[in-house]
């Protein structure tokens, strides 16, 4: 009988919202609509976290800017950030409610390194130059990395979690890829178009190829001999779209990055040991020292600029005297090596580079791209960005996160039986490797399309550190 009212309460209520909302539609008011959108996002956060962070994880490709859309000038991605921020309120009001996170967890040698540089993030936005611009960048970075980094580790506790991780990123992203392909086609495969096709999902070309640089080697995962055919053939078909979509991208540095990752995987597999390339390594630096001369001197007889070309557009990758892309990531290189020297330690504060470098630019560096409004990217690199932004101490913490996370993960990677989770932790290095490549060249991590993966993947090894390799390591010497 109480079931039965219940079920009349339900049908009630639902009648009277369909037609309070009907009435404001024809009012042209159409806000009501999303309160059921609204009130299941805010049952699932209270009642089921898990199932809200993979909604957020699927959306993330699919997000809006609505800075590119016009709407009141806020630099946000909908509906992701917002999520974002709800979620990380929750973590520190359940923290201070029950002081019950796992200590492993804050022990980690990577998670300290990331405890580092937030910590010094703060610091240098007290200091900082624009202090409101400084906070809202601390205020971003903070709800990335508590989502993404300390709920994900937890999270991926339960071995299932990785492949939801990874597919609900994956198969949204397939569907922009093809999207951007299609409106590409449209234009010819040319390379002007290319940079813009892939609006309003992603800003330009350089930030969709990255990611899709960064979750291609995860692709390779799913066509093992353990895994059903369904599976293998639907991993064939990806590798196929992204395939497409990372030639078409015309994103030289998500070209290099992966080069870089074969390389790594050839380093793995072969078990190279480290003294070895550590001698290769200070080899090539030696003869690079020696050849410095007349490497510079070739690099500036390239005239080869971007080009619809595939072959030409590979060439214009090491073009230092014409191509207007690469002069002006090295103006914005010189630019912020000038803003440290003037301020080496606290720097100019984070996320302001964009707003106080145009007086350290050289007119003799600029370019026809070059702007003084704080326009067309940031510091176009994750570890000089950072140098001119929180100085020293922030460039080298965020480089000590990523050699902290290689060197526990590599460990990990030789002491996992044969199996999957020795294979996921070889995917996930490499892929996680293709954007620290291309922070060199780049920087996103302002952004949810990369900090998801970013601190998502640096999540999944802490955690298969924590909690999984020690159980498989026990039953392998049994």
Not at 80 to 95: A, D, H, R, S, V
Not at 352 to 362: D, E, G, K, R, S
Request: aromatic residues 18%; charged residues 15%; contains cysteine.
């Amino acid at each position: 009988m109480n079931h039965l009212l219940k079920s009349y309460w339900i049908y009630f209520f639902s009648f009277l919202f369909i037609a309070f909302n009907s009435l404001l539609v024809a009012y042209e008011f159409y806000y009501l609509a999303i309160l059921p959108f609204v009130l299941a996002i805010i049952f699932m956060a209270f009642y089921r976290l898990e199932k809200l962070m993979w909604l957020v994880v699927f959306f993330t490709p699919l997000s809006l800017n609505l800075e590119e859309l016009e709407i009141g000038g806020v630099g946000m991605y909908l509906p992701t950030e917002p999520l974002m921020f709800g979620i990380m309120i929750l973590f520190f009001l359940k923290l201070i409610h029950s002081s019950s996170y796992d200590m492993k967890i804050v022990y980690h040698p990577v998670t300290i390194a990331v405890l580092i540089n937030l910590s010094w993030v703060f610091i240098t936005s007290i200091t900082s130059e624009m202090p409101i611009i400084s906070f809202k960048f601390l205020l971003a970075r903070l709800w990335f990395v508590v989502c993404f980094y300390f709920l994900a580790v937890q999270l991926f506790k339960n071995r299932a979690n990785y492949k939801r991780y990874f597919w609900a990123y994956i198969i949204p992203l397939s569907f922009v890829i093809i999207y951007t392909v299609i409106r590409l086609a449209g234009y010819g495969f040319q390379e002007k178009p290319a940079h813009w096709v892939m609006e309003p999902f992603f800003k330009d070309h350089t930030s969709y190829g990255a990611v899709l640089a960064m979750y291609f080697p995860l692709l390779f995962l799913f066509i093992g001999k353990r895994y059903p055919v369904h599976y293998k053939v639907f991993s064939y078909i990806l590798i196929g779209i992204f395939s497409v979509g990372l030639v078409f991208s015309y994103t030289r540095a998500a070209w290099v990055s992966l080069i870089a990752a074969f390389i790594l995987f050839l380093i793995y597999k072969y078990r190279i040991k480290f003294k070895i390339l550590m001698m290769i390594g200070g080899s090539a630096i030696f003869i690079l020292v020696l050849s410095w001369s007349s490497i510079i001197m070739n690099l500036e007889r390239n005239n080869q600029d971007s080009s619809d070309n595939l072959s030409e557009h590979v060439e214009s990758i090491s073009n230092v005297s014409t191509d207007a892309s690469n002069l002006e990531r090295l103006n914005r290189w010189n630019s912020a090596w000038r803003m440290f020297q003037e301020r080496p330690f606290f720097g100019w504060g984070p996320g302001t580079y964009v707003f106080q470098y145009a007086p350290f630019q050289l007119s003799n560096e600029k370019t026809i791209i070059s702007t003084n409004a704080g326009e067309n990217g940031n510091a176009h690199s994750e570890y000089i960005g950072p140098l001119a932004e929180s100085g020293i101490i922030g460039s080298l913490s965020m480089i000590l996160i990523v050699i902290l996370v290689y060197y526990k993960g590599s460990l990990l990677y030789h002491k996992l039986p044969k199996g999957e989770l020795k294979n996921v932790v070889l995917g996930t290095l490499l892929g996680l490797l293709t954007y620290v490549i291309h922070g060199v060249l780049n920087n996103y991590l302002d952004t949810d399309k990369a900090s998801v993966p970013f601190w998502g993947f640096i999540a999944l090894i802490v955690a298969i550190d924590i909690y999984h390799h020690k159980g498989l390591l026990d039953s392998e010497t049994k």
